[in-house]
T-cell receptor, first 115, second 118 residues
Framework: AQTVTQSQPEMSVQEAETVTLSCTYD???????LFWYKQPPSRQMILVIR??????QNATENRFSVNFQKAAKSFSLKISDSQLGDTAMYFC????????????FGAGTRLTVKP | NAGVTQTPKFRILKIGQSMTLQCTQD?????MYWYRQDPGMGLKLIYY???????DKGEVPNGYNVSRSTTEDFPLRLELAAPSQTSVYFC?????????????????FGDGTRLSIL
């Protein structure tokens, strides 16, 4: 069974600083995909970044980047130059390549960006 | 551009009652999903559909039923409501199936339905 663990229920960061959110996962599969989603108070789920397991290069999307360690099954999200609008719940998610409609989510990390 | 529309936004049910959560999308997406989100937890997939007439179970399907008679609509039915089904329910759709969830083909979510079973 695939599981996703986010060990930080809450985190805070000062505006313009950098913060890293942790995520680990467990799977016996070799081909899979990892995602970070943002859920602001509006409750909409917004895709932040995704990573294909077969790619060694870490994904980046503007101020967001990941540190993907396949052997350690770790997938952390780094947010640089944090902005007040980054305040939200962040969910790490996983899906396999053979049943890629069944996405598994972690419990989430509540991030607060302080002015 | 409505996107994914869920109704109702809030509902309180008594144990044993039944109801249908409505979900419709106007983007002509083939793939649709139902998730539940319990307090302090991530989303769990209940059911999904890869096109009209095709549905499949997700991680937590027990106590729910779905149908997909049209591309636009994907209702979720609770037949005998139980307190364990108290949750926030999200419907989502996407043009292509996972893992094509990139910034150009994201998964579109509705605003959610907050359901309480008392």
């Amino acid at each position: 069974a695939q599981t996703v663990t986010q060990s930080q229920p809450e985190m805070s960061v000062q505006e313009a600083e950098t913060v890293t959110l942790s995520c680990t996962y467990d799977t016996s599969e070799n081909n899979y995909y990892l995602f970070w989603y943002k859920q602001p108070p509006s409750r909409q789920m917004i895709l932040v970044i995704r990573q294909e397991a077969y790619k060694q290069q870490n994904a980046t999307e503007n101020r967001f980047s990941v540190n993907f360690q396949k052997a350690a099954k770790s997938f952390s999200l780094k947010i640089s130059d944090s902005q007040l609008g980054d305040t939200a719940m962040y969910f790490c998610a996983f899906t396999t390549s053979y049943n890629n409609n069944d996405m598994r989510f972690g419990a989430g990390t509540r991030l607060t960006v302080k002015p | 551009n409505a996107g994914v529309t869920q109704t109702p936004k809030f509902r309180i049910l008594k144990i044993g009652q039944s109801m249908t959560l409505q979900c419709t999308q106007d983007m002509n997406h083939n793939y649709m999903y139902w998730y539940r989100q319990d307090p302090g937890m991530g989303l769990k997939l209940i059911y999904y559909s890869v096109g009209a007439g095709i549905t499949d179970k997700g991680e937590v399907p027990n106590g729910y039923n779905v149908s997909r008679s049209t591309t636009e609509d994907f209702p979720l039915r609770l037949e005998l409501a139980a307190p364990s089904q108290t949750s926030v329910y999200f419907c989502a759709s996407t043009q292509q199936g996972a893992p094509i969830f990139d910034s150009n083909q994201p998964q579109h979510f509705g605003d959610g339905t907050r359901l309480s079973i008392l």
